[in-house]
């Protein structure tokens, strides 16, 4: 499993060029899903998480600024969004970062900028993999050995404990969905059920003591998924 790959949304009613990104994408090592018409990618953002949103700005139903909008504003939506549009103008270009864009793209798009800004927007949020150790507060993480230590002392974890585990602290303060965690964790197709998340996560929780005495705590959220917070 590969730890840096990412899962990203992807908002594009042209289904060739759409074809055209996600497999761009794909091949850069990310997991993409594919949405012709904003109203299925806001229905979907209310109950599944993704890691980057790619907007295009004119679609069939509503436009990809309004569809910024509602997921900041309704769904809560906190992860980082690029604009990807044939609008040039200095001021959509303006429009789309004050409603609360990360960056802007015109197109026609060219496969090694847009996976270079993906990554670029993506470094400012999550913490990436590219060192030996993953280190939060008390908590260790030595991707070499995969082993996990709390203040010193080794914790034993299995393969899918650790993998869980790195998964939820490179994502520390994001709510993540149960889908969004058995992808990245067990594969995206693997068929699995949401009670075996729980189960591990619950495991988790007290192997890593994530209590507030030790600076997080691991929350639920009904309906939709987990967040690993600083207390």
């Known amino acids: 499993m590969d730890m840096n790959a990412v899962r990203i949304a992807l908002l594009e009613d042209d289904p060739e ?4 990104v996600k497999r761009w994408l ?3 090592g990310h997991d993409v899903h594919v949405f012709g018409r904003g109203m299925d990618l806001l ?12 907007l295009d700005w004119i679609l069939p139903d509503v436009e990809g600024d309004e569809v910024l909008r509602r997921l900041r504003q309704e769904r809560d939506v906190t992860s980082p ?7 040039d103008a200095e001021e959509d270009v303006v429009a789309a970062l004050q409603a609360g864009a990360d960056d802007y793209m015109t197109k026609p798009l060219r496969r090694m900028e847009l996976v270079s800004r993906v990554e670029a927007v993506l470094r400012r949020v999550l913490r990436p993999l590219v060192q ?32 869980l585990a790195l998964f939820l602290f490179r994502h520390q303060g994001q709510l993540v ?21 729980d189960t591990h996560v619950s495991r988790l929780r007290g192997k890593l003591s994530l209590r507030p005495e030790n600076g997080l705590r ?4 009904y309906n939709f998924g987990y967040r690993l917070e600083a207390v």
């Open 43 to 54: 229905r979907r953002a209310s109950r599944e998480s993704f890691d980057l949103y790619l």
């Open 132 to 163: 030996p150790v993953l280190e939060l507060g008390n908590y260790r993480f030595d991707l070499a050995s995969r082993q996990a230590q709390l203040s010193g002392e080794t914790v034993v974890l299995t393969d899918k404990e650790f993998d």
């Open 218 to 221: 691991l929350a639920s959220v």
């Open 17 to 20: 060029q759409a074809e055209v």
């Open 81 to 87: 969004v690029i604009f990807v549009t044939s609008r």
């Open 26 to 28: 794909e091949q850069a």
């Open 177 to 197: 969905s149960r889908g969004h965690l058995l992808e990245a964790v067990w594969g995206k197709n693997a068929n699995i059920a949401t009670r075996t998340l």
